[in-house]
Structures are given as structure tokens and as C-alpha cells.
């Protein structure tokens, strides 16, 4: 099991930029692949995007591609979420997951994820 701490949210203005981190421990992260989700007051969790361990293989849900990018950093256990062009609707908490294994398992078997503790972005209008 690996440990997740995500850091980086906060308050932004529509249009604006902001980028996620997210350090892991415990377990040796170039075996994990690792992910980003978000959810919403109302709404269920969504894998916005996920990375495979080498970094090779990346996916985006269509409502954020051409504005975010994952992206990893294996000497330094972490995992980021660049984000542009922010709106209104991104507003959510964003959670960082990784598992060992395939990086759409992330998704397809989320209730197995390492999951950290959540970080809001509120993005205003």
C-alpha cells in the first residue's frame, strides 16, 4: 500500500491555471500507476486522467483534454495534474489514486485504489 498526500488546490478564476501534486510513500511508485479523480457535491467520482508507470500510456476524459495533463516524476514519487482553462464545472475535490497493475484498473476497480485524502479546487466565474 502506498500513502498519497495531495497538495495544490485552492481558489482560481475562470480561464485560470492551476497544477496538483501528489507525493507518494511507502511503496515503490514507479511500480504504481497512478491517477487523478474528482468529484462533485451531487455527482459520482470520475477518473479525469491516469498514467501508466513509465509514463507511456496516458488518458484523458474528453471534458479536460487539451486543457490538463498528467504527468509523472518517478525520482521524486509524484504524480502532477497541470490544469488550464479552468471553468466553473471543474470545480470539485480532486483525489490522487495509484495501484499496481494496469492504470485502467484504476478506474474499473477503483474500490482497490490507494486513494489520498482530497484537495479542492473551486474555480469561479
Known amino acids: 500500500q502506498v500513502q498519497l498526500v495531495e497538495s495544490g488546490g485552492g481558489w482560481v478564476q475562470a480561464g485560470g491555471s492551476r497544477r496538483l501534486s501528489c507525493v507518494a510513500s511507502?511503496?515503490?511508485?514507479?511500480?504504481?500507476?497512478m491517477g487523478w479523480f474528482r468529484q462533485s457535491p451531487g455527482k459520482e467520482r470520475e477518473n479525469v486522467e491516469r498514467?501508466?508507470?513509465?509514463?507511456?500510456?496516458?488518458y484523458y476524459t474528453d471534458s479536460v483534454k487539451g486543457r490538463f495533463t498528467i504527468s509523472r516524476d518517478n525520482a521524486k514519487n509524484t504524480v502532477y495534474l497541470q490544469m488550464h482553462s479552468l471553468r466553473p464545472e471543474d470545480t470539485a475535490v480532486y483525489y490522487c489514486?495509484?495501484?499496481?497493475?494496469?492504470?485502467?484498473?484504476?478506474?474499473?476497480?477503483?474500490?482497490?485504489?490507494?486513494w489520498g485524502q482530497g484537495t479542492q479546487v473551486t474555480v469561479s466565474s
Open positions: 498514467i501508466s508507470q513509465s509514463g507511456g500510456f496516458t
Open positions: 511507502g511503496g515503490t511508485f514507479s511500480m504504481y500507476a
Open positions: 489514486a495509484g495501484r499496481l497493475g494496469v492504470s485502467s484498473a484504476l478506474e474499473s476497480d477503483s474500490a482497490t485504489n490507494d
